[in-house]
């Protein structure tokens, strides 16, 4: 009987620790107002034009991700570069080993649900293979 008694109060405080955390999980943060100027617009996924740009890289070919959501990238020094789905065909059989491409580069700037800039995404298209190593 008494550990059921012990069993049953240590239960009871640890639904009560639980509860007391649930409404801090539902607080949205507030920002003042200096933060929020700081704060990039809410843009789509789509480039502009003028972030179109003709490069040449050299880089490791990696897949990454999980199935069914992988993704070929190109891995240089810099950054990745990830590789759009028409283009894949062109280098998947090509992973693992070091290249030299050039392709038209396209940056799009991302951001988290909360509207705080989550850093750019680097793509490259329009593939042409200029050396294997």
Do not use: C, H
């Amino acid at each position: 009987m008494r550990k059921a008694a012990l069993r049953g109060l240590v239960l009871a405080l640890l639904f009560l620790g639980i509860a007391a955390v649930l409404p801090a999980w539902g607080k949205k943060e507030k920002k003042n107002d200096a933060e929020q100027n700081d704060v990039m617009p809410n843009i789509s996924l789509s480039a502009a034009p003028e972030q179109n740009i003709l490069v040449r890289i050299t880089g490791r070919i990696r897949l990454v991700g999980n199935e069914p959501f992988t993704e070929l990238v190109i891995t240089t020094q810099e950054r990745d570069y990830f590789i759009e789905k028409s283009e894949v065909y062109k280098l998947k059989e090509l992973q693992q080993r070091t290249v030299t491409i050039e392709g038209i580069q396209t940056v799009v700037s991302l951001q988290w649900a909360s509207g705080l800039p989550a850093g750019n995404r680097y793509s490259l298209k329009d593939i042409k293979i200029i050396r294997l190593e």
